[in-house]
Structure formats: structure tokens, C-alpha cells
């Protein structure tokens, strides 16, 4: 009888390490596949981003941040927002310049409306002493910019 107990502990001994011997080798034959995963789920996201712009570039003719401001009808307020897509955090006299080299004139007066206008939107917000003020797109508005694109800048 000691032999038997003897025998029957050798033999679960040995299949315990075939179990470990086989897990290990799951594991190793399962990590490719999941990173594969990994890989195709990044691919897809790129993918759709990818559609989701060439179907606006279709509709629109153009990709651009204005598209998030259908209510807003002036070239003057949609070229503010590109240029503060391109720089935040410019001074009303930095956005005329920039305003003047895109469209051959522009005015302060102009500029600080505008500037005003889009401030009550929601789109643009002011930061800055009185003496000293500097414009920045809002976080709403560029999350909503990332999200049009399928961008999600929340998501990293």
C-alpha cells in the first residue's frame, strides 16, 4: 500500500508539471495573438478617423476648425479661430498681424469684436491682466474639434 501511495505521488507530481509545462507554453502562444489585437483595434480607430475625414473634407470642401461654427457666418471670426488653432494664446495686436498677411487688411477695433463675439460662443477665452490680455481657444471647443476628427483627446 506505502508503494501505491508512493506511485500515485510520483504520477500527480508529474502531471502537475506537465500542467506548468503546458500553461507556460499557452502562454507563450497567446501573447503574439494579443498583441496582434492590440494592433488590429489601433488600426481600426486610425481607419475610421481616416473616413470620417475624407467624408468631411467631401461635404465641406475643406477640413477645418470653422466647421464647428455653422452659426458663424464672417470670414473675419472663422480666420481668428485658424490662427488661434495655429498659436493659442495670442494678443489682440499678434492676431491682427497674422489677420493682415492672411487677408490684406484688418483693424483692432475689428479684431477685438470679433474676438468678443466668439468669447460669448463659447469658442474663445480671455486670460491675462487688463493691460496684458492674451486669447485662447476654450477646452470645449477644441474637444469638440479632436472629437469631429474621431480624435478623442481624452481617450491617450
Known amino acids: 500500500m506505502p508503494e501505491d501511495d508512493e506511485n500515485l505521488q510520483k504520477q500527480i507530481k508529474s502531471l502537475s508539471e506537465k500542467m506548468e509545462s503546458l500553461e507556460e507554453s499557452m ?3 497567446v501573447t503574439p495573438y494579443s ?3 492590440e494592433y488590429l483595434d489601433r488600426f481600426q480607430k486610425i481607419s475610421s478617423s481616416y473616413f470620417r ?3 468631411l473634407y467631401q461635404r465641406f470642401g475643406e477640413i ?3 466647421l464647428l461654427l455653422p452659426g458663424v457666418k464672417d470670414p ?3 480666420e481668428v479661430v485658424k490662427i488661434l488653432f495655429e498659436r493659442n494664446g495670442q494678443n489682440i495686436s499678434q492676431i491682427t498681424d497674422k489677420l493682415k498677411d492672411r487677408r490684406g487688411t ?3 477695433r475689428i479684431v477685438r469684436e470679433k474676438l468678443r463675439s466668439l468669447q460669448e460662443r463659447g469658442v474663445v477665452i480671455e486670460k491675462g491682466s487688463p ?3 492674451e486669447f ?3 477646452e470645449e471647443y477644441i474637444r469638440r474639434w479632436y472629437s469631429l476628427l474621431g480624435l478623442g483627446i481624452d481617450d491617450e
Open 64 to 66: 477645418s476648425p470653422d
Open 106 to 108: 484688418a483693424s483692432r
Open 131 to 133: 493691460k496684458s490680455k
Open 136 to 138: 485662447w481657444l476654450s
Open 53 to 55: 475625414l475624407m467624408d
Open 76 to 78: 473675419i471670426s472663422k
Open 35 to 37: 498583441q496582434l489585437l
Open 27 to 29: 502562454r507563450k502562444v
